[in-house]
């Protein structure tokens, strides 16, 4: 049961992030920046409902985001240039595959289930690789077109900004309801004790079969989104590297969090974007914050605001 | 109710913060001078090769006099870490925000591409250097991109025509399995086949491989005169030293499809003497003004630059020359000045811009890197052993599947 | 295809799979032990690498200089990792220890581009083991037997070392259950150490004797990390014969798939491991108590 005075306090703080959203791209150093950092904070905050919420620790989400670029593009090239069934495709295609790559490891735990969800991704890699015919190969999926919707002209990177900015939105808000539910909470329980909960009588595969299908589900979208937004879909978005990036965007966020990855998203896209124009050895400055990052604040930038700040968001 | 505004506040600052730090990075500036800008790897695995673009750009700059148009030429320079997602998003920026009027070089093909179609898109011209694909002439060629430094068809095909005319007809190829790997391969075989040559076997490798020893084998097995390396960078290193490792060199050549003098100095002159491969450039040039830029350069860097510096330097001076012919800065004025284009300069002499397929071509070089003891002068690795008139390195016209189209 | 040329493929296999051997046995020995999923293993690795130069150019141009002491040097400094760094983290989760390695990776890689460049350095193999052998059915290069010989005596010590020593029996019982080595009074904390320090030492070892069949750059080691997991995870977290026998499989099956259809060798590791897993879930010789 949430109080009144309490939603009152998060309705409040929603909508200054929404405000301040709705002005980011004017603050960002380019806009097409702003909507790259909208599109990694909606993988991020997918991956946290697996990563954060149901504690399985995946590194084969490259593979959802993605399949659901691929899909998107390949929809616009090569079928039929319209952009809303083409992201229908992509987020129908990568839940398939987290269906399928969620079928077959949700049984394993830990480590293994780490390693068995890499595996699947790099077959996609491989195969995407390979397959030139369909995905260009390593010259990746070139010349995407971003088709207008009615008055909606997507060429322009503001327009394309909100049109992001309202997919992003929304699945923020899927997702809220989603951890409130008692679905999620059951999967919270899931993580602090697997066994508590299975005596109970819950069917554990079940409930992470489907937290995976979701968050397979959202990734497709953000990389749906990711190929409109570059205009192409590179290889790399299937690499092993792009699971790597976002399992740090989540966990320098804070992860259980929802809100957390979002920052994480946006914190480490804006250094790197930054740093990356005053000196080449914006690696090794990133590799010492991510450091600095477990040896000082474990819980991510949203434990910072939460401690220092005296907030609960 | 207090505590919110504070988030709310912080959120502000922190934001305001990178806005205000990004107005440092990108100062406004006004609408008129010519800005130049060089989107290149400075941080990812070719930048040992060309980091140093900015400063051939600066220097052609500075050479040109530094004034255009009653401006001062503005230039700018981002790294695109050898990612071609960055580089699309870099290549935004520069034209939408930092409104620059030509982007110059950008390293490996899939980011080329992906640039080539931003400026398309954003109707400002690019310059490919360091990509190769033959698609930025070929079926994704379009008005605004000029490819200058070369492409994978005159690497293999120059490369191809010399040494079966020089080297012997009987090859064995080893080919990196990918879009460029097979390319190059197709090319090889054209040109082999045009001199009546025989190919007595090919192997497709798939990319990273770290042992070639098995493909060696097989190679040494067939007995060619030539094998045919069509490989790059880790790929290129560990092929050659394991071909070494077997003693293959001592009865076969090798011919590699891509050279670099950093390449060299980094694995030393052991590993790739006495083999071929066609360049662009090298060094030792004596085009118009060469060695002159290579004196500066040395006294800058205190290396010789490579020929990706001088494509560079090349590509900025014939686009800023092509704006005073115009007399205009507006991309499609500057186009047409370019297109049938004839010059003479320090990396082409003659050099011509197509303008079937906007591919600067000029004819090419065959090198040969030297033996540790036939290097007299720290840098001088290669020695020109031929060329291969521009006609026969490049796609003729009508064979390169580009349709130019409009503005 | 000759038999000829399939024995050597098996040889090649070997080769493959004795790198990874070495780097798998510290990345499994320091997980065991730790709890620590070391991505800055690679790195180590690489490190190795370039110790192993700096010794040849700078210091003493000898190979067996270097041979020997870039991975006692690689050995010194992952101890002095490990006191400096990796002692801090064994009380966090692990994922926090995986970012921290991750992180770690980045700035040694960076830190190795800004010192050496990032076209890598030369190595050149050493005067004495230039030249190939003959092995009665074949030819084979005198380095590549040379570097299966060192890894099979270095596996085998690291078993002997592990299987009957005291301070081996320690540091399996400190594997499976580190509180109950400490209540009986013996300092864990040395031990850790040590076992740090053994197993980037293996990674270094790996680094010199790839080096002068390799190129040698600040990337050198990503390739390899990643197959490396792959291994341990066939062979079993934590598990020394796993390693061993995890690292020598991968390696002939990449060798094999080369053999058979280059195209899906790539992917032949992958799917190898999936089906593995999917059928025996703690691979080889995993423990429950790696379970979770």
Same mark, same amino acid.
């Given at each position: 049961m949430i109080d009144s005075a309490m939603s009152k306090k998060k309705i409040i703080t929603l909508s200054s992030a929404v405000l301040l959203s709705l002005l980011f791209p004017y603050l960002t150093p380019y806009t097409a920046l702003a909507s790259e950092i909208l599109v990694f904070a909606l993988f991020a905050m997918s991956y946290d409902l697996v990563l954060?919420?149901? %504690?399985m620790l995946s590194f084969g989400h490259a593979a959802f985001f993605g399949i659901g670029a691929y899909t998107t593009g390949i929809m616009l090239v090569?079928? @039929?240039?319209?952009v809303m069934p083409a992201l229908l495709a992509g987020v129908i295609v990568s839940s398939l595959a987290a269906l399928f790559v969620g079928y077959l490891s949700i049984r394993r735990s830990g480590i293994y289930f780490t390693m068995v969800t890499l595996a699947f991704a790099q077959m996609f890699y491989f195969t995407a690789f390979k397959w030139t015919g369909l995905t260009?190969?390593?010259?990746?999926?070139?010349?995407?077109p971003r088709p207008s919707i009615g008055p909606l002209d997507l060429t322009s990177e503001i327009t394309l900004y909100y049109f992001i900015l309202f997919f992003v939105l929304l699945s923020i808000t899927i997702g809220l309801r989603v951890v409130n539910s008692p679905f999620g909470k059951t999967l919270q329980a899931l993580r602090e004790n697997k066994d508590r909960t299975m005596s109970i009588g819950y069917d554990v595969d079940k409930f992470r079969l489907i937290v995976f299908i979701i968050s397979g589900f959202f990734s497709g979208l953000a990389g749906g989104l990711y190929a409109l937004l570059l205009n192409f879909v590179p &290889?790399?978005? &299937?690499?092993w590297t792009t699971s790597g990036e976002v399992v740090v965007m989540t966990i320098v966020g804070g992860?259980? *969090? &929802?809100?957390g990855p979002v920052l994480g998203a946006l914190g480490i896209i804006l250094l790197r974007d930054i740093i990356s124009n005053f000196t080449e050895s914006w690696n090794f400055i990133m590799g010492l914050i991510f450091m600095g990052c477990v040896l000082g604040?474990?819980?991510?930038i949203m434990s910072i605001i939460r401690d220092k700040l005296k907030l609960n968001v | 109710m207090k505590k919110y505004n504070k988030i709310f506040g912080v959120l502000v600052v922190f934001l305001m913060v990178s806005g205000i730090s990004a107005l440092i990075v990108s100062p406004a500036v006004a609408a008129d001078p010519v800005k130049v800008a060089v989107l290149t790897d400075?941080? %990812?695995?070719y930048a040992g090769i060309t980091a140093k673009n900015v400063d051939a750009a600066r220097m052609a700059i500075e050479d040109f006099g530094g004034k255009l148009l009653g401006q001062n030429i503005e230039f700018v320079y981002r790294d695109h870490q050898c990612k071609p997602d960055v580089a699309n998003q870099k290549a935004k920026e520069l034209y939408e925000? +930092?409104?620059?009027d030509v982007i110059i070089d950008c390293p490996n093909s899939a980011a080329g591409l992906a640039v080539s179609n931003q400026a398309r898109i954003h109707k400002k011209l690019f310059f490919p250097i360091g990509s190769g694909t033959t698609r930025l002439n070929g079926?994704?060629?379009?008005? @605004? *991109?000029f490819h200058w430094g070369y492409n994978d068809y005159m690497l293999a095909t120059a490369a191809g025509l010399w040494a079966a005319d020089n080297l012997g007809k009987r090859w064995y190829t080893i080919t990196a399995d990918y879009a460029w790997g097979h390319s190059l391969l197709k090319n090889f075989k054209n040109a082999l086949k045009s001199r009546g040559g025989t190919l007595l076997g090919n192997d497709m490798v798939a990319l990273g *491989?770290?042992?070639?020893s098995p493909y060696i084998l097989k190679a040494m097995n067939a007995n060619p005169d030539v094998l045919v390396l069509l490989n790059a960078g880790k790929d290129g290193v560990n092929s050659t030293k394991q071909a070494n490792e077997f003693g293959l060199k001592k009865k076969v050549k090798i011919i590699h499809a891509l050279f670099f003098i950093e390449g060299i100095k980094a694995v030393g002159p052991?590993?790739?003497?006495?083999d071929y491969g066609a360049a662009p !450039?090298? !060094?030792k040039s004596q085009n118009p003004g060469a060695q002159k830029f290579v004196a500066q350069w040395q006294k800058k860097f205190n290396k010789p630059p490579n020929w990706m510096n001088a494509a560079t330097y090349s590509a900025v001076t014939q686009y800023l020359e092509a704006v005073k012919r115009a %007399?205009?800065?507006?991309?499609k004025p500057v186009i047409e000045k370019l297109e049938g284009h004839t010059f003479r300069d320090i990396f082409a002499n003659p050099g011509y811009i197509r303008p079937d397929n906007h591919m600067k071509v000029a004819d090419a070089n065959i090198i040969r890197a030297k033996r540790k003891e036939e290097i007299? +002068?720290? !840098?001088?690795?290669f020695e020109f052993v031929g060329s291969v008139s521009a006609k026969d390195a490049y796609e003729p016209v009508g064979k390169t599947g580009c349709n130019m189209g409009g503005f | 295809m000759s038999a000829q040329f399939i024995g050597m493929q098996l040889f090649n296999g070997l080769i493959l799979g004795s790198v990874y051997v070495l780097l798998s046995l510290g990345l499994s020995i320091i997980f065991g032990m730790l709890g620590i999923i070391n991505f800055a293993h690679g790195a180590f690795y690489m490190l190795g690498a370039y110790a192993a130069y700096t010794i040849t150019s700078y210091?003493?141009?000898n190979f067996w200089i270097a041979f020997i002491f870039g991975p006692i040097f690689m050995g010194a400094f992952g101890a002095a990792c490990e006191v400096f760094f990796f002692r801090r983290l064994y009380k966090l989760p692990p994922l926090y220890v995986m970012l921290f390695t991750f992180g770690l990776m980045m700035a040694f890689q960076d830190i190795i581009r800004m010192i050496f460049g990032s076209m890598g350095v030369p190595f050149n193999t050493p005067e004495s083991l230039m030249g190939a052998v003959n092995l009665g059915f074949m030819y084979y290069p005198k380095y590549r037997l040379f570097l299966i010989i060192v890894t099979a005596l270095c596996s085998l010590g690291v078993w002997l070392f592990l299987s009957k020593t005291r301070l081996g029996a320690l540091i399996r019982a400190g594997t499976d259950n580190s509180q109950m080595v400490d209540a009986l009074g013996i300092n864990i904390s040395r031990i850790t150490t040590l076992v740090f320090g053994l197993g980037i030492g293996l990674a270094g070892l790996a680094g010199v004797l790839v080096a002068p069949i390799q190129n040698v750059t600040h990337l050198m080691g990503m390739d390899f990390l990643i197959d490396c997991f792959v291994v341990v995870v066939i062979g079993g977290m934590g598990s020394i014969a796993g390693s061993i026998i995890g690292g020598l499989i991968v390696g002939e099956i990449i060798a094999m798939g080369i053999m058979v259809w280059p195209p899906i060798a790539n992917t032949l590791i992958y799917l190898f491991m999936a089906a593995f897993l999917l059928v025996r879930p703690r691979g080889l010789f995993g423990r429950e108590a790696f379970h979770d």
């Open positions: 954060g919420y149901a %504690g090569r079928v @039929y240039p319209s260009g190969g390593d010259d990746g999926l070139q010349g995407v &290889l790399s978005s &299937l690499y992860m259980g *969090t &929802l809100f604040f474990r819980g991510g | 400075m941080s %990812g695995p925000k +930092e409104k620059v079926s994704d060629c379009h008005r @605004y *991109t *491989t770290s042992d070639f052991d590993v790739f003497a006495d !450039w090298y !060094w %007399g205009i800065k507006d991309a007299k +002068e720290p !840098w001088d690795f | 210091i003493f141009p």
